[in-house]
């Protein structure tokens, strides 16, 4: 078969915006209503600018402007005359696309029988004079909501179907906006018919569709001049430069959902009178109720969809009370589906950042503010280069200390080393090697001013060299490896340390940051199992410097002469019956794989959940850079995005034989 | 611990009898008594019969067994909340390892004879006592098969 290449698209008949005085807006209202169209565009009503009915260019806000901030709304006379010198006030396209109240369905009951016939809209044409690229991305959201999925609003559908947008591109900017953020505005992208950009000259207008081409024609608007064009495109770069980024929307889904306990959420309660004003100015809110009314006999009924908000105390009533009785529950509601689990469930944030929340709530509570103080953006780590960071690379080290810890295990204090393994963090590991011996990822049990320090068990051959070192031999190091204790997530929060063996000496240094600035942290709680007494490590730790630094530390052994009167049994024994509050406590975990599976179900059972909990994993390494492929977990390389991690980013990879 | 409210209410205070229906509690009571040992007291003797079922409220019982060569071994300890004499409800009402009080141990303690009495005579109190006991002993079961992996031991020790 021979292909034939497609027929050139048809140039547009109109290349370029066109220049309109700002007297040449009657003209393009009187085409839309001989179109048989309800103009629906900015006016001055009761103290602020709304969209209702357009029918003569007179109506329009010509030289109003507006000073909004939380909780404040004031018109101001502008200086000028322009026509769109204003920003957004508190009504939104969505009044006449998905009105607070319609007919939906008229129904009887009598004798025993019902009926239902749902009523079928006839709405009027529709055109939008004036919206903002934020109320596009609005509609946008709707369509996505109401008629997206496998069901569908007939009456949205049946309004939306012929609405025609004459938009707006945003020469204004009120300090409550923040399209910018979320990626909605203020440029006109696309979903308009008619773009209409206005500056001190005029209106520039751009088609963007057949039925705007078509419109634009019948105006017999000149092309504007290059100057013109210049001029608009500088003014909307420039509402972008003074809007800036209020938002940080990277990652913001996932932070927020993480703090599903944070205090602010019952802080912002306390100012939240849950009125739901923000809720009826969004242009997103969708959430409905039905209302019913009926003829006294309660035989005919119309059933209405009305607009209901997630603040209102019957919302998310059931028979047995309320799921969200308290008004931080309904906050941590409206916010968390606003800005992150709407993603979920539609693809994109269910806010586009027009602000009006902001600007409507009588208390002046600023989603801005809140979701920045609830799921702030933590500055990046820095970022610890390793050291000999080639799989045949190693810096050498010297040995300045040698202590013994137990019968089979030892410390290390390694000194003259690189700078940057002494900047490395809690929790990382070092790859190890004496030439003749595989290389060894070893934690590191303590980072000092110039080295660190490995304790080492001396379980085989290169483990038992390394452990009859003497101070003045040399080792081969890389490092730091890995990923760290998330201490800036547990900071002013209660933190529990359970340990079994071994697993002590990579826990060690969150201790001496623990001690180092005790303020830091709420309570910390260590709990550490061992084989016998004798195979405790950290002996002065473990029974001066912790405890007086206000660590309570409990000791268990797995087995004991008659010596011992410690506790005998298993780790999770010393706080499964303990009384302290798991709900706000975070835990870092450490030990034998199958004993840290039993430690987190016995955490969860304490009310410390999978988000809440972190491990750090062993496995076969031969390079700690992700180059040799050894330690493999599911989609994981534990050096490399480990060896530390949430229970909640492990999944069910976690305890899962032969993963 | 010396009127019946104190004894009720502190036998609440422990997990094992917490949120007993107050019926059950007063019954208990009644048969209950508070004793109170000086650390080293040997309270049971592994093979002999066990005269008592315990709740420990303060101080810590180690439950040892002889392990010839080894000396007394512990196994286990009893800390405050939970029981230790559970054979006296379990036949042949002997002792399954030594419990010597290691700190002062201040415990509300039960009649074998007169606890198995009342729980054959009253329905209710079995009802309410048994499945505590069965989740005392299933914790402790649980636990002895973690240490029974020896999981702190070194790589090459290995028992089976």
Redesign the interface.
Known sequence: MVMTPPPPAPLPALAGPRFLSRDGIQPLLDLLRADGRRVIGPTVADGAIVMDEIVSADQLPRGWGDDQAPGRYRLVRREDDRLFGYNLGPSSPKAWTFPSLVPISRATRSEGKVTFDPVLPEPPKIAFLGIRACEIAALRIHDRVLQGGPFVDTDYAARRADTLIVAVGCTVSAPTCFCTSMGSGPELTAGHDLAIVETEDGLLVEAATPAGETLLAALAARVATPEERARATHEVAATRARIGDPVALPGLKERLLAQPDHPRWAEVAERCITCGSCTSVCPTCFCTSVTQTTDLAGADVVMNRTWDSCFSPSFAKVAGGSFRSRPRDRYRQWLTHKLATWEDQFGTPGCVGCGRCVTWCPVGIDLREEAAAIAPVRPPEPVIAPVAATPGAFAVGRVSAVRSETA?TTTLAIDRLDPAFAAGRPGQFAMVDLPGFPPLPISISRFTADGLVLTI????PATRVLCGLQPGDEVGLRGPLGTAWPLDRVAGRDLVIVT???GLAPLRPVLDAVVADRERFGSVRLYY???TPA?LLFRDELEGIWPHAGIEVAL?V?????D???????V??LF??ATWDGSATHAFVC??E??MQ?TVAALAARGIGAARTWVTLERHMECGIGLCGHCQMGSLFICKDGPVFSIAQLGDTFGREGI | MNDQATLVATLAST?FATGLAPAVSARLAALARPVSAP?GTVILREGEGTDLLGVVITG?V???TLVPE????????V?P??IYGWSALVPPYRATSTA?A??PLEAIVFPGTALRAALHEDPALAAALYPRVLLAVS?RLT?TR??L????????VRSW
């Open positions: 089979d068990r001396g379980a085989g079994g063996g071994i199992g061992a084989r195979d268990t797995d087995r004991a002469g008659s011992w009167s410690g506790p005998v049994g298993v999770t024994h499964d019956r030990g034998p199958r004993m039993a | 997990w650390a810590r180690a439950l040892r080894r000396g007394e071994a512990t196994i286990l300890t800390e909340g939970d010597v290691i700190e914790r636990a973690l240490q992996l020896d999981l702190y031991a070194a790589e090459q």
